[in-house]
């Protein structure tokens, strides 16, 4: 196969015809990782149990054609009494190719099923931050993504079983 530089052009979700779904990870990579240590090196003597704030975001855009891009967003803030002692702020991202999926099966796909996959990477750049900022390794417990969907979808139902009828 010829490189032309088109990223849909190297997906080969092949299924016979190609008429049938499919979905994959192309690839997964770091799309941006800090880590902050503000309170060094003060806080490697702090003797208080620090409270740690675990934030997740996810989010997916079209790139091209049936080329998506997921990015998992993990926020990790450490602080203490006497102040912050880390963050770790993830964006994990994947590329994704979709083919003949309806937008139901495909937004599952974006919004759960790809998360689930990325997941345990992230986890373990995570982990690997933390302990490399000096502090014992974060172990992130799992996720389950697809329940979080089914949480988010019900909600947004209720939201608008519950709105007000407009008035013509």
Known sequence: MADDGNIISDLNLGNGEDTGPSAGIITQYV????????????????QDQPQVDIQFNI???PIDGEVHEVELK?????????????????????LVGMRNLDDGQAHAFLFAEAPR???????????????DAGFA?????????????????????QAAETQPAGHA
């Open 31 to 46: 799309k941006d990782l800090s880590v902050e240590n503000p309170s060094s090196p003060q806080s490697f003597q702090w």
């Open 59 to 61: 989010g997916a855009r």
């Open 74 to 94: 993990i926020t990790c803030t450490s602080k203490a009494e006497a102040g912050t002692a880390y963050v770790v702020d993830l964006s994990y991202c994947a």
């Open 117 to 131: 996959i990325l997941f345990p990477f992230a986890r373990r750049i995570v982990s690997d931050a933390v302990r």
């Open 137 to 157: 390794p974060l172990m992130l417990e799992p996720i389950d993504f697809n329940g979080l969907y089914v949480q988010q979808l019900q909600a947004q139902q």
